[in-house]
């Protein structure tokens, strides 16, 4: 043996020892430098209970107080300078940092002189029974001289005579009864729809698709009031005759004169005649006046599915009975598009070991009028809560990663603030953010939490919402101590009675653009309403009654409610920002894809095998899906969570699953949404479609004359799931599957 080899054999055993030594200290003593201990270690519990503890009812009381104040609608001064001001310096001096964003994004108004108006209008121009041109004013906090008339937004200036039809929700078999069933034409009509069920923006183009020439939109008390008509605002929260929705008609999201680029200084904008904009006069009144119209029709007694609660015979038209079989119903639309300057303000606490991960929480901030549930219950809620959180700071605590507070600009209008914002900052965001957690509005009610969220954010959810206290003391006695447990009990999932259900992301908040264009998970949040009244939304939505009194006299007393949600955000909020190993729970996704294709071989399959088509290389790859998704959850918990960069590798995977659903050509052609597996649904951008390119090739199928197309476009759809669903679980396997034959761990 020669002297090196000794040497070699020496070395190599001191080396040996030395690893050894090393590999004992890190791994299996605690006795760890002070900074790797921390950085591989979750945040204390003890933070989380004391963000619970700091978050105040008060203070949330004042901030709504404060932000309700005056109408706050996009593009005013009171919106972008004095509420966008107040929140860019409360963050400027309590967090890390602060920045607005500015776009000069299209907006709608109605003509404050010229207001919009329907009439019965006889042959020579005389008009009787006009509508209220304004809101009549309930309660003294109402009185202000900034609240804008009752309009929809988008719609186009123009005064309509036409016959009335009654066209039920407006939606799509709502027309095919009346065009299909009743053999009606329905050009040159104008259509009365009641709110609810579906997005008005599609109402409105269901109605310019079968020719109606123009629409009002009328809340039914069916809808709204769930008591008497005679206990109504002020007396009780529903909504009241003289209450109109407002609301956007523009059936895109973001700038419309800028698709799909941020409307910054450099940008292009389009003419606003190559747009895609509402092309029929549409307005909105109250149940008050659509009863002098909608009790005067003529035609048939429409089907007991579309009749309201108005004391009248619904008759779907067309025109007035006699003696008013000459009399039209008239539409006097004023309101105009001008380019106005919105903006959004983004607060940021810095992380402290992964500042360039980014958990993300936001609520707009523009409001149809006061605004005091839409959106302001919110904003009042994520203001105290980054105070709580910069009081957490002063006290020594900071996050792994770092935490983005985000007030958005005229979502109202079409999600534009948030939406430019993720065309803006989309290839910083799409790489580096765990999560988006929004709250549009924390208060539709005060029976039990609401929640959407993609599948992988269910189980954080569900431990959240056990961490919160209950806020209603009757609850708490009838032994349900927690949130979640009120939850569960009101909302139970019909396929597991023992967890809650969460509805899937539509589209009809600023959650959008994250989840549809950059694949981003992401949830959003609220106390609601008991779900037995059957309400089309909480009875006030959007109308001039949405005061502080309504909100502290008749639904949260004391604001516990508001509390509830955001401490609930806030836990959320601290587990994906401090755990070591990232709280997303891929194998949920699984469970929810292969339960979707049983629901589709119940709902289609006989038709399905007439075609000789099975979804069954959907199924395939979503059990691929799920055995792939396990054993990454393996490997995440035995992850070395002293080896920073293992932990980040897991990590990675976790935070980015669920960019890999985002097909970057959109579902069925439709750009503004590429979330392969939830996407709003075609016909109704509230809800959400599971599968939504299958469920869109197979809507109404059998009514087409093109049969072939159409089967082929199925066959098309299903190869695009089975290929996504491959894809995603290809990115949750180890770094060797893409060079070794037959890796499956
Ligand atoms: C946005 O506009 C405000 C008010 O005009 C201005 O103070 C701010 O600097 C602008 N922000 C950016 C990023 O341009
Ligand atoms: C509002 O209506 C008045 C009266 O018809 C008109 O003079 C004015 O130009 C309109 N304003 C806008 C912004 O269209
Ligand atoms: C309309 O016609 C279709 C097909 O003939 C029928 O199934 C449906 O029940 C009818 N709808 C109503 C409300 O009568
Ligand atoms: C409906 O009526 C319009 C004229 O009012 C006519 O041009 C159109 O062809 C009719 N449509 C059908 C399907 O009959
Ligand atoms: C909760 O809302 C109901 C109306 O649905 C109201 O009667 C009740 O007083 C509210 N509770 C609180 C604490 O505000
Ligand atoms: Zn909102």
């Known amino acids: 043996m ?11 055993g001191v080396a040996s020892f030395v690893i050894g030594i090393l590999i004992g200290r890190f791994a299996i003593t605690p006795d760890l430098p002070g900074w790797l201990k921390s950085m591989s270690s979750d945040g204390e519990p003890k933070y989380r209970s004391e963000l619970q503890k700091e978050i105040q009812a008060d203070k949330i009381e004042q901030n709504l107080r404060y932000f309700s104040s005056k109408p706050h609608i996009a593009g005013s001064t009171q919106d972008e300078d ?16 602060a920045k607005i964003y500015n776009y000069t994004v299209l907006l709608s108004y109605p003509n404050s002189t010229d207001p919009n108006y329907v009439a019965i209008v006889s042959s020579d121009g005389v008009e009787s029974d006009v509508s209220e041109k304004v809101e009549k004013i309930l309660s003294a906090d109402q009185n202000d001289p900034t609240v804008v008339n009752p309009f929809n937004a988008y719609s186009p200036a123009g005064v309509i005579v036409g016959n009335p039809v009654y066209v039920n929700y407006g939606a799509v078999e709502d027309f095919h009864y009346l065009t299909r069933n009743l053999s009606m034409n329905l050009t040159g009509t104008v259509a009365i729809a009641r709110y609810g069920k579906i997005f008005r923006g599609d109402k409105v183009k269901n109605g310019q698709t079968f020719g109606c020439a123009g629409m009002i939109l009328y809340s039914d008390p069916a809808d709204y009031v769930a008591g008497d008509l005679d206990r109504v605002f002020p007396d009780d929260w529903w909504l009241p005759g003289t209450g109109a ?35 029929i006069p549409v307005t ?30 619904y008759r779907v038209g067309p025109g007035f009975a006699p003696p008013l079989e000459e009399r039209k119903l008239k539409l006097y639309v004023k309101s105009y598009n001008v380019k106005r300057t919105i903006r959004n303000v983004i607060g940021i606490i810095e992380g402290q070991y992964e500042a360039d991960r980014y958990v993300v929480l936001g609520n707009h901030r ?21 105070r709580a959180m910069s009081r957490m700071l002063e006290r020594g605590w900071r996050p792994r990663r770092s935490i983005l507070f985000c007030s958005w600009g005229a979502e109202e209008y079409g999600l534009i603030g948030s939406t430019e914002w993720i065309e803006e900052m989309g290839k910083v965001l799409g790489p580096r953010t765990v999560a988006y957690l929004n709250v ?83 949830a959003d949040v609220r106390y609601t309403y008991d779900q037995k009244y059957a309400l089309s939304s909480y009875p006030m939505y959007h109308s001039v009654y949405e005061t502080m009194d309504l909100v502290s006299r008749l639904m949260d007393r004391g604001f516990k409610y508001h509390q ?68 990454l959850h393996r490997r995440a918990e035995n992850v070395n969570k002293v080896n920073p960069l293992e932990v980040r590798k897991i990590n990675d995977q976790l935070m980015l699953l669920e960019r890999a659903f985002v097909d970057p050509l959109g579902v069925a052609g439709n750009l503004l949404y590429r979330h392969v597996i939830y996407a709003p649904n075609q016909h109704n951008i509230y809800a959400a479609s599971s599968f939504p390119g299958l469920a869109a090739a197979l809507f109404d199928i059998e009514n087409d004359p093109d049969q072939e197309t159409r089967w082929l476009q199925v066959q098309k759809e299903l190869s695009i799931l089975a290929y996504t669903i491959t894809s995603a679980a290809n990115t949750m396997r180890d770094h060797r599957t893409i060079g070794e034959e037959g890796v499956q761990q």
């Open 564 to 631: 509830a949600v955001a401490r609930l955000w806030g836990e959320m909020a601290l587990r994906l920002s401090d755990d070591v190993i990232l709280s997303l729970d891929c194998v949920q996704y699984a469970v929810t894809m292969l339960r979707i294709i049983s629901d589709v071989e119940e709902a289609y399959g006989p038709l399905l095998h007439s075609k000789s088509i099975t979804p069954d290389s959907v199924k395939e790859a979503a059990k691929e899906f799920e055995a792939a998704a396990q054993a």
């Open 366 to 386: 523009d409001a149809w009028v006061f605004g005091a549930i839409d959106p302001s219950s919110g904003t009042a809620t994520m203001m105290e809560l980054s």
């Open 440 to 522: 549009d509005l924390s208060l539709a009610g005060n029976s039990t939490l609401r929640a959407l969220a993609t599948p992988i954010l269910h189980k954080l959810l569900f431990e959240a919402a056990k961490k919160v206290e209950n806020p209603n003391p009757e609850e708490v006695k009838a032994g349900r101590k927690t949130v979640f447990d009120t939850w569960v009990a009101n909302m139970p999932s019909s396929n597991n009675p023992s967890i809650p259900r969460v509805g899937d992301l539509g589209s009809g908040s600023d959650y959008s653009a994250f989840l549809q264009i950059l694949g981003i998970s992401a």
């Open 2 to 12: 020669k002297l090196c080899q000794v040497l070699g054999i020496v070395a190599l």
């Open 284 to 313: 909105p009144i109250g149940y008050n006046d659509a009863e002098k119209y909608l009790s005067k029709m003529a035609g048939n007694e429409a089907p007991g599915s579309w009749k309201g609660k108005l004391n009248l015979i």
């Open 245 to 279: 929705q407002r609301g956007t008609v523009l059936n895109t999201d973001g700038d419309p004169l800028t698709p799909f680029y941020p409307a910054t200084k450099s940008a292009f904008f389009l003419d606003e005649k190559d747009i895609n904009l509402p092309l």
């Open 82 to 97: 004095v509420l966008a001001s107040h929140i860019y310096q409360t963050w400027q001096s309590s967090l890390h940092g």
